[in-house]
């Protein structure tokens, strides 16, 4: 009879996806490189809806993200009504015009010209869903007691890293927006006090006529050292 020892607590775990050999693990991650080297950031949306499930589906993804002592730290505030995406709008520009009139300084205005964006925030009403991300520095109990939860920035960095490749790899299209300051979202959306604005992510189409800036990626050779 075989003895399988497992320790209290766990489960035997079987990778979902295995290759038969080095060179289809090779051939498959170069698939994935160029599938994942074509996402940009977009700023031009498409009013053109998605349906709510695969929303859905995408916030059980990023929810899926490694977290500190699985804590799993983070709220997930999906909008797509006209009238809460208008008043986000409304407040996130009124902050963005104040950075772009003197908050931001001269250096970070002239590193961003490239990206030509401005305090107008278009995206923010014609991209169906806005994801506004939420991280919790704490958690709160029932009985109002506070409990700890760890690596938090790191943490809902990686879930909105995985939610922005599985937006791209489902043929729709993102933009990281840190409005700034971003207070503003937690009171429109009426968040617990252990909520904090992390980042605000529209979700949709690109637009037809949408462009990119021109601007490439590090080489491998600047990115990569190896020992
Ligand atoms: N939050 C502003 C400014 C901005 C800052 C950085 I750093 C960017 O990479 C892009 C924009 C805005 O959203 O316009």
Same mark, same amino acid.
């Given at each position: 009879?075989?003895?399988?020892?497992?320790?209290?607590?766990?489960?035997?775990?079987?990778?979902?996806?295995?290759?038969?050999?080095?060179?289809?693990?090779?051939?498959?991650?170069?698939?994935?490189?160029?599938?994942?080297? &074509?996402?940009?950031?977009?700023? $031009? +949306?498409? !009013?053109? %809806?998605?349906?709510?499930? =695969?929303?859905?589906?995408?916030?059980?993804?990023?929810?899926?993200?490694?977290s500190?002592?699985?804590?799993?730290?983070?709220?997930?505030?999906?909008?797509?009504?006209?009238?809460?995406?208008?008043?986000?709008?409304?407040?996130?520009?009124?902050?963005?015009?104040?950075?772009?009139?003197?908050?931001?300084?001269?250096?970070?205005?002239?590193?961003?010209?490239?990206? &030509?964006?401005?305090?107008?925030? $278009? +995206?923010? !009403?014609? %991209?169906?869903?806005?994801? =506004?991300?939420?991280?919790?520095?704490?958690?709160?109990?029932?009985?109002?007691?506070?409990?700890?939860?760890?690596?938090?920035?790191?943490?809902?960095?990686?879930?909105?890293?995985?939610?922005?490749?599985?937006?791209?790899?489902?043929?729709?299209?993102?933009?990281?927006?840190?409005?700034?300051?971003?207070?503003f979202l937690?009171?429109?959306?009426?968040?617990?006090?252990?909520?904090?604005?992390?980042?605000?992510?529209?979700?949709?189409?690109?637009?037809?006529?949408?462009?990119?800036?021109?601007?490439?990626?590090?080489?491998?050779r600047?990115?990569?050292?190896k020992?």
């Amino acid at each position: 009879m075989l003895f399988c020892y497992m320790k209290e607590g766990f489960l035997p775990y079987t990778h979902p996806v295995q290759f038969s050999s080095d060179q289809e693990l090779v051939e498959k991650s170069a698939e994935l490189n160029h599938l994942i080297q &074509g996402r940009r950031s977009i700023r $031009e +949306f498409s !009013t053109k %809806a998605i349906p709510q499930e =695969v929303i859905d589906n995408l916030i059980q993804i990023a929810a899926s993200a490694p977290s500190g002592a699985h804590k799993q730290p983070w709220t997930f505030c999906v909008v797509s009504s006209d009238d809460f995406k208008t008043k986000i709008r409304e407040a996130a520009e009124k902050e963005e015009y104040v950075n772009y009139n003197g908050r931001m300084g001269e250096e970070w205005l002239k590193d961003l010209k490239k990206f &030509g964006t401005n305090w107008h925030k $278009e +995206f923010l !009403t014609t %991209a169906p869903y806005l994801v =506004v991300v939420f991280k919790k520095s704490y958690d709160m109990e029932a009985d109002g007691g506070k409990t700890k939860n760890y690596y938090v920035n790191e943490s809902v960095g990686i879930a909105c890293g995985f939610l922005l490749s599985a937006i791209h790899q489902l043929g729709l299209v993102s933009l990281t927006h840190t409005p700034s300051p971003m207070n503003f979202l937690a009171q429109l959306l009426e968040r617990p006090v252990n909520e904090k604005a992390f980042l605000l992510i529209p979700i949709g189409y690109a637009a037809n006529d949408a462009a990119v800036p021109n601007i490439e990626r590090k080489p491998l050779r600047e990115v990569m050292n190896k020992y």
